[in-house]
């Protein structure tokens, strides 16, 4: 397995996640199968498994590290999360630290995240009361967290504040990217961001969810017009590798069969050229089929809002290219970028679209996803709808 330098320690290209692990028929995780899979894995050198404490609905911390038990512990690395801060609640970070260590059966964890900076557990996060970030660099002193770093799905903004506040102690950030969500979630000023202050990055979600393994029969032609002679998987694991500061990459890993195409798509040097990686950017934009919007600011100049329209405009396609199906990401945009939902101020004046080169109907965007926020159901409502428990997702992807 090729690998890569982080501080003083090497760690795979592939790391091993643990969001979505291979189910019976009934729904329940395949016990048997995660232990061949993790065996696999470490034989190949995939050593960094990643867990999180919602995974699962709780079950995955305690399977990853039962299969890798008979190992010994300086062998892998094993990275957890704390849950962060979703609707009213807080959790207690001794509380939960404790309870993961214990499930896991270990004594530290050597990679440890604050689970998904947004905007609403940045203001848990930065409130020196709660002391959460506080409570997690003591258990680094302690040894018990050998890196700490944060995950978010959250905008640029909110991200940079994070950074302003408690950048000095994260050691890595983990961010969703690939090429769909490459100008669609705004990853690209994310990796700008971390890039600009030195932070390692570590990618989730490297497939958009499975979306991008599992195109319509006509957009999987066009990316072979594009890019021939190459997987799917492939395109996309090559396109992330080109950003010179993505350390590492996480894949979820669901089958056997994945597990063992990535890694050998991992244990080969290659690269894409710099003409398939245009053409990769050509065939995100097809698929996006959004509201392309230049981001030129003509439109807020005159707005009597202030609305920030780009990013208005940017989520809607967000929303539009999920379908809906991945409601909880969808929702954590919303809130984190309009808190309270002002957009229905709105005056419907048409001067932004007045000012528009390219002509959009910004009044009738700002009609629809205001119309979303208002008939959004809170985070912890939509969690029990969907898992019949309160337990949001990191790893989501729209
Ligand atoms: S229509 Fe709405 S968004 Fe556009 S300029 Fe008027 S108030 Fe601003
Ligand atoms: S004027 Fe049009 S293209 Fe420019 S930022 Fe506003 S919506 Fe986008």
Sequence with gaps: ??????????????????????????????????????????????????????????????????????????????????????????????????????KCGVKYFDFYRLQ???????EAYSDLKLGIVDYFVEQRKKGRIKHLGFSTHGSPAIVEKFLDKFGSEM????????????????????????????????????MHGGKLSHLSPEDESVLKFCVPDRTPQEISFRWIESFKNVKMIISSMSSFNQLQ????????????????????????????????????????ENCPCSFDIPSIIDLYNDIKFSSLNKAVSAAIMLHDRFPGNNLHRCFHCGVCSLMCSRKIDIPKIIKEVSHMLEHYPELEDIMKLRNGSNEPDEDVAV
Excluded at 116 to 122: E, P, Q, T
């Design 171 to 206: 050691e890595f950030a983990q961010i969703e990217m690939n090429y769909a969500c490459w100008a669609l979630r705004q990853a690209e000023k994310k990796y700008e961001l971390f890039t600009s202050r030195n932070l390692p990055i570590f990618i989730m979600e490297p």
């Design 261 to 300: 195409q990535e890694v050998a798509l991992f244990e080969k040097k290659d690269r894409l050229s710099s003409s398939e990686i245009k053409n990769v950017e050509k065939f995100a934009s097809h698929l996006i089929k959004g509201i392309s919007c230049d981001e030129c600011g003509f439109c807020i």
């Design 116 to 122: 998904n900076v947004y905007g609403r557990s940045f």
């Design 1 to 102: 397995m090729r690998t890569v330098k982080f501080e003083n320690i090497s760690l795979p290209r592939l790391a091993f996640g643990s969001r979505r692990l291979p189910l019976n028929e009934d729904g329940t995780i395949n016990v048997p199968m995660v232990e061949a899979m993790v065996d696999y894995a470490m034989e190949k050198g995939v050593n960094y498994f990643n867990t999180g404490y919602t995974f699962h609905r709780k079950k995955s911390e305690k399977i990853i590290a039962s299969a890798l038990s008979k190992y010994p512990r300086e062998s892998y690395f094993l990275a957890d999360s704390y849950p962060g801060y979703y609707g009213k609640e807080i959790r207690e970070p001794e509380q939960i630290f404790e309870e993961q260590l214990e």
